[in-house]
């Protein structure tokens, strides 16, 4: 009944790995593209956004004892990956942020479920 009864951080807890995945794809993504674009130059972005998917990726692995936390976590990365990869990045923060609220709406389960 426990699987149950945190439903919602599991499916968030999922939901935030696949938008860590993503997050890191349009960070390769976009190097890739701005390094033609660039002939060879690249972005400094990179290492930005390659951190903010292991941010995703924490938040997202956390969801289930610290359900605040983890929500607050995966939105800055979801925000971040705007400023990261532009237009591009509208994907991962709305993977995110549904992920995001998901753990945010289920915390307080818990701990009226121990009451």
Do not use: E, Q, W, Y
């Not at 919602?8 to 807890?13: A, H």
């Not at 591009?88 to 818990?110: C, E, K």
């Amino acid at each position: 009944m426990a699987l149950l009864r945190d439903a919602f951080r599991v499916i968030g807890m999922a939901v935030g790995i696949v938008g860590a995945l993503l997050a890191f794809i349009v960070t390769i993504i976009h190097f890739i593209f701005k390094a033609i674009v660039s002939n060879g130059l690249g972005t400094g972005h990179t290492p930005t956004g390659i951190a903010l998917s292991i941010l995703a990726l924490i938040g997202a692995l956390i969801a289930l004892p610290f359900p605040l936390v983890s929500g607050v976590l995966m939105l800055i990365a979801g925000i971040g990956m705007f400023f990261v990869a532009g237009g591009l990045g509208a994907l991962p923060f709305f993977v995110l942020a549904i992920a995001a609220l998901l753990v945010f709406l289920d915390r307080n389960r818990r701990v009226a479920a121990r009451v």
